[in-house]
Structures are given as structure tokens and as C-alpha cells.
């Protein structure tokens, strides 16, 4: 059905000419699910936005062809192309939020498209539209048609970004990280159906991800690609379970496993950025990653012991709307319902749980940035203020420091590092004077395998691995006996994130650090906890040591959790150990 053959794609600029993709071969037949995988800048959306003809200006395709059904897309001009896509070739983008128009309708949206491309009355094209999202797994259908995007869960509003791709009956699908932003629930149903039309619709998909469990779960083939050009291409069950190139190989050791507990993930080489002799040359005085840690072991830290670092006893977090009390009783949404857990000392304890379980709001109110309702929280043996009514002097604010989900919304943009990380050094008075501000800086990425130059940039001249190596030091500085890493590497490829959980398992055992590792990928949490608590609706299911929660969990929800994770059973063959 598609054919590339030796597609190029180049991106003029003013150090010369870029190649983005080169010398592409694939073949895709009916009803094939085609994977794309590598890191980030390998090209995979590169050869998505070409088959569509969406090459963004000034780039274009220095040479190939694309051919859909024998047809010579290369050959088309702009008014035929355009009449081509949604026709025949649709396209599902990563973020579901941004794909569909918040000010209309969801009927509104999917009747334009189907009259865009067909002559169905208004009248046909809703019925169309309640029969696609039915298709697609949305329950009463006609009535969640009146309903605007931001009224639909993550899942539901990609289920609906689907059944809009498939309005117009395409015979090619490209699915551009579909997966990425959802929980492993949300996930399973997403592949379910997407498995399902390439099957009884003979779709063809181009599926685009990082995730080689998605790889490896739903398609029938897959393209390996590194810096623009193919590593390895074949049948998936013999690209990932026995690799013949040696990135694929390193990829593939890079993956955490869900079966069991690696000691150490492998490093890929080159992953990140080069940097150059100069970048790596420049040192601060007296700055190294050795008095980094010199000066973080000798603050004023608790003594290393049993017994728990951070208790919660029956915390109730509820959220109301705008509507004052004078109307009456507020009606709230329980976002966590009689949550008791401990964190012991020196421990990590990993929290996981589907969208809208509460992991999050639990991090929150451990730091202050949400009240609870009821409960205590304890930490070190004395109850919390909760809330605002912590001070910005206690203890805590100190000894409790956060790592956030996303490197690139995490940092000012407008703050070089050197003042983003000597932040907190000021704030809490732990370095008097500048001089020795700017040392335990440089020391401080020293630390966390960044080069000391760093401190002179800006957040925007590093990739998402670098600025969550940033957040990390920023924490560090703080001297904190207590992390909460809230989905520190659910953004990151497998090669960054692989990189980022060495780097705490190092800072962990090197400090002693206690920390709540907040995920939704049970395979990581399984590489990085000693204990583990599920959370569903705001409701503990269950919670204890984490060997013995994936070797035998007790509550249903716990193993339908197991279940719904991609399969890495084939990667057995591929020498983790």
C-alpha cells in the first residue's frame, strides 16, 4: 500500500544544509501496524510529516519517492495533496488536548470533517459520528456529542481524535505517539483499538514511539532509526527480540523490565548532545563533583536508622468549585480518601496508580501546595503544618524538595542555570557570599554529569534529559533529606530515562536519600522502589514491599495493572541482566 525508497528530507540553515532523514526504505502493506522507533531527533515524525506533505517550511525532500497505491505523492501539487489528506492518509498526533478545537463541540468538529470529504447531509454525518465514537469505545455516544473537548478524560479525548481520523475512511493512519501522555489503562484500550481497525478495516498504521513496550505489544513490523537514518528494520518479533545491530541491542538494554529488577540500566553512548572541548574544559575554582558531595553529607542530616522518614494518616483531599457557601453546601470532588502510607528512611517508595488516582495531589500536599481536608502528615517524628500555614522558615521547606514531570515547563526560561540552581542556596542562607554560591553550583552539575558551563546558559540550549539533570541539581543544592519525584522521566526516550534512573539510584545511595517515586510505568517503578502503594480514586488499594507486589499482588485493581502493561516478554532473548 506505501512505499519509500530512499526518502532524504533537508533542513536549510545558516551552518549548511541539515539532513533530517536519509536514504528511508519501508514498506507498508493493508492492515499492517508499522512501527517507528528511536530516540529523540532520530526522525520518526520527520517521515510521518513527508508521507503527509507537511514538511515544514524551509525544509524538503531532497530525494525519494512516496508512493501510496502506486500513486507518486511527490508528484501532486499543493491543491491535490490537500485533497488527499483526511481523504486517504489521517493522522493521530501525541497530544489529544491540541488537536481538537476547545471552543467547539465534539459533533461539530467530527460532522465538518465527514461533510469536508463527502456529500452526506448533516443529518447522515452525525449519524456517522455517533457510529464512530461507539466504534471507538465511547459509551452513550449521542449524548457526549454536545460536549467540548475539555469535558473528556485524556483517553477519551484521544478516542475521539481516533474516530475524527477515521471519518473519512482513510486507508493509512499515522500515529504519532498516541500513547505517550496516558496511563497504562488508557494505553491498553488505545492499542486494543487500534489493533482491532487494522484488522477489520485493513488500515494500514504507522505507529510513531519511543515506547518499545508499545512497539513490541501491537506492531507487525518496525524501523530502528538513529540520528536520521535506519539501524534496523524487520518482522518485530526478530528486530527486538534478537537485535542484530548494536544500538538496537542498546536500546533494548536500556528498557526497564516489569519480570525483574535490574541493578543498573545500560548507558547508550552519544544519547545526549555532543559537547565540546571548550564546554568541557571550563571549570569554577575549586568547583568538582567530590566537594558536591562533600558539602551535601556534611549538613545537618538525620541520622541514618529504621523505622519511617514521612508518615500520612488518613488525609482527605477535596476540591471545590466556585460556588460560594452562602448558596448552600458545596458539593467537592474527593481527590484522596482516607490515605495512610509511610515513607521509611533511607527508602523509595514508589506510588502508582491511573489518571486522576492522586498520586499527584498526594505530592502536593506533602510539600504544601494543596490543604488537606482531614489527616496528618508527619515528618521526622513531628506533625506538618498543612497547607499555606507552613511556613516559609519551617524545616521542611528545606528538607522536602520535588522534581516535576516535565524538564521543559519545570525551569525559567529566562533565568540562566547559575541563578535557577544558587536559588535555593540564597533562599535557605546555605552559601554566604557569591563566590561560593557560584563553586557549590558548578560543583552541583558537576554532580549530576553536567558540565560546569552549564551554569552560564539558559534552560532552552538543553534537551529535556539535560534540563531534568538541572532540576535535579536544583533540588540537590537544597540539602533535602526528603525527594518527591513526581513522573521525573515519563517525557524522556528510553535512553535519556535510563540515564536519569542511574542518576538516582546513584544520588540515593550516595546521600541516603528518602524518596516518593510517583509513576504510572510499573516497569520503572519496579527498577527504583523498595515499597510500593497503588492508588485508585483517591483510595490506597494496597501497599508493601515492591518484590512482593510484583511477584503476587493482592488487590484485582493491583493485577489488572500488571495485566495492562505491555508485554516485554521477547526481550528475554536480547541479554538484560
Not at 561560593?436 to 558540565?451: F, G, I, W
Amino acid at each position: 500500500m506505501l512505499t519509500l525508497r530512499d526518502l532524504s528530507v533537508v533542513y536549510p540553515t545558516r551552518f549548511g544544509p541539515f539532513t533530517a532523514i536519509e536514504g528511508i526504505n519501508l514498506t507498508l502493506q493493508k492492515g499492517e501496524i508499522h512501527g517507528l522507533v528511536g530516540e529523540s531527533g532520530a526522525g520518526k515524525s520527520t517521515i510521518g510529516a513527508a508521507i503527509m506533505g507537511l514538511i515544514p517550511a524551509p525544509g524538503y525532500i531532497a530525494q525519494g519517492q512516496v508512493h501510496l497505491d502506486g500513486m507518486d505523492l511527490r508528484a501532486l501539487d499543493a491543491k491535490a495533496y490537500h485533497k488527499l489528506r483526511g481523504a486517504r492518509i489521517s493522522m493521530i498526533f501525541q497530544d489529544p488536548q491540541t488537536s481538537l478545537n476547545p471552543l467547539l463541540t465534539i459533533e461539530d468538529q467530527l460532522v465538518e470533517t465527514i461533510r469536508q470529504h463527502t456529500d452526506q447531509t448533516r443529518t447522515q454525518a452525525r449519524d456517522k459520528a455517533i457510529a464512530l465514537l461507539q466504534e471507538t469505545g465511547i459509551h452513550d455516544a449521542e449524548a457526549r456529542m454536545a460536549e467540548y473537548p475539555h469535558q473528556f478524560s485524556g483517553g477519551m479525548r484521544q478516542r475521539v481524535v481516533i474516530a475524527l481520523a477515521l471519518c473519512t475512511e482513510p486507508d493509512l493512519i499515522i500515529a504519532d505517539e498516541p500513547t505517550t501522555a496516558l496511563d497504562v489503562a488508557i494505553q491498553k484500550q488505545i492499542l486494543q483499538l487500534i489493533r482491532r481497525l487494522a484488522k477489520d478495516r485493513g488500515i494500514g498504521f504507522i505507529l510513531i514511539t519511543h515506547d518499545i513496550g508499545v512497539i513490541a505489544e501491537i506492531t507487525d513490523s518496525v524501523t530502528v532509526l538513529r540520528g536520521g537514518k535506519v539501524m534496523e528494520h524487520g518482522q518485530t518479533a526478530q528486530v527486538l527480540g534478537r537485535p542484530a545491530h548494536s544500538y538496537t541491542r542498546a536500546l533494548m538494554a536500556a528498557v526497564p523490565l516489569l519480570d525483574k529488577r535490574l541493578v543498573r540500566f545500560t548507558n547508550i553512548m552519544d544519547s545526549e548532545p555532543k559537547l565540546s572541548a571548550p564546554e568541557l574544559s571550563w571549570k569554577v575554582a575549586g568547583a568538582s563533583a567530590e566537594y558536591a558531595s562533600d558539602w551535601l553529607l556534611a549538613g545537618d542530616r538525620a541520622q541514618a536508622g529504621d523505622g519511617p522518614v514521612l508518615q500520612v494518616r488518613d488525609l482527605d483531599v477535596t476540591f471545590y468549585g466556585n460556588r460560594p457557601f452562602a448558596f448552600g453546601a458545596r458539593d467537592g470532588f474527593k481527590a484522596l480518601q482516607s490515605v495512610s502510607l509511610q515513607v521509611d528512611r533511607g527508602k523509595v517508595l514508589g506510588v502508582i496508580g491511573e489518571s486522576g488516582s492522586g498520586k499527584s495531589t498526594l505530592a502536593k500536599a506533602i510539600v504544601g501546595l494543596v490543604r488537606p481536608s482531614a489527616g496528618e502528615i508527619t515528618f521526622e517524628g513531628a506533625p506538618l503544618p498543612l497547607g499555606r500555614d507552613r511556613a516559609r522558615t519551617h524545616p521542611a521547606r528545606r528538607k522536602i524538595q520535588m522534581v516535576f514531570q516535565d524538564p521543559y515547563s519545570s525551569l525559567n526560561n529566562r533565568r540562566r542555570i547559575e541563578q535557577i540552581i544558587g536559588e535555593p542556596l540564597r533562599f535557605f542562607g546555605l552559601a554566604k557570599t557569591r563566590a561560593d554560591r557560584r563553586r557549590l553550583v558548578a560543583s552541583v552539575l558537576d554532580l549530576v554529569e553536567m558540565p560546569q558551563r552549564a551554569m552560564l546558559k539558559y534552560p532552552h540550549q538543553f534537551s529535556g534529559g539535560q534540563r531534568q539533570r538541572i532540576a535535579v541539581a536544583r533540588a540537590l543544592v537544597a540539602r533535602p533529606e526528603f525527594l518527591i519525584c513526581d513522573e521525573p522521566t515519563s517525557a524522556l526516550d528510553v535512553s535519556i530515562q535510563a540515564q536519569i534512573l542511574n542518576l538516582l539510584k546513584d544520588l540515593q545511595a550516595t546521600f541516603g536519600l528518602s524518596i516518593l517515586f510517583i509513576s504510572h510505568n510499573l516497569a520503572v517503578v519496579r527498577q527504583m522502589a523498595d515499597d510500593v502503594a497503588v492508588l485508585r480514586r483517591g483510595q490506597l488499594q494496597e501497599s508493601g514491599p515492591a518484590e512482593a507486589f510484583f511477584e503476587a499482588p493482592q488487590a484485582e485493581y493491583s493485577r489488572q495493572l500488571l495485566a495492562e502493561t505491555p508485554s516485554l516478554a521477547m526481550l528475554s532473548a536480547t541479554g538484560h541482566g
